[in-house]
Nanobody, 134 residues
Framework: DVQLQASGGGLVQAGGSLRLSCAGS????????IGWFRQAPGKEREGVSC????????YYQDSVKGRFTISRDNAKNTVYLQMNSLKSEDTAVYYC???????????????????????????WGQGTQVTVSS
């Protein structure tokens, strides 16, 4: 049974930092794309950052470039999202997702842009709330 456990969310003031973790069980992370997505109230879920199976293969949404860093620890089967200089517009529920069949390992950008089109085909975590107060 595949499970993704997202954690690390919380309440932080604008300008602060949080680190989100996505730990996988029943699935091997290192040969597939893993992504962080977020959904704010009244808005559609969107791709924030994704990491591919190739070293250095990452994608960031324009609004988080230079502030967020995605990384993976294959030994721990965990992907992290370091979020710095947080803004009120970053407030959302953050979800991690794993490319179910490994098809997007070489294209994390495409994974980030298309995974929300059919969430049933991939593995999703339960979400962690990030609230940034201004």
């Amino acid at each position: 049974d595949v499970q993704l456990q997202a954690s690390g969310g919380g309440l932080v003031q604008a300008g602060g930092s949080l680190r989100l973790s996505c730990a996988g069980s029943g699935i091997v992370f290192d040969n597939r794309a893993i992504g962080w997505f977020r959904q704010a109230p009244g808005k559609e879920r969107e791709g924030v950052s994704c990491i591919g199976s190739t070293a250095g293969s990452t994608y960031y949404q324009d609004s988080v470039k230079g502030r967020f860093t995605i990384s993976r620890d294959n030994a721990k089967n965990t992907v992290y999202l370091q979020m710095n200089s947080l803004k009120s517009e970053d407030t959302a529920v953050y979800y991690c997702a794993a490319d179910a069949d490994g098809a997007w390992g070489g294209s994390p950008s495409l994974y980030c842009l298309t995974a929300t089109l059919n969430t049933a085909q991939d593995h999703w975590g339960q979400g962690t709330q990030v609230t940034v107060s201004s």
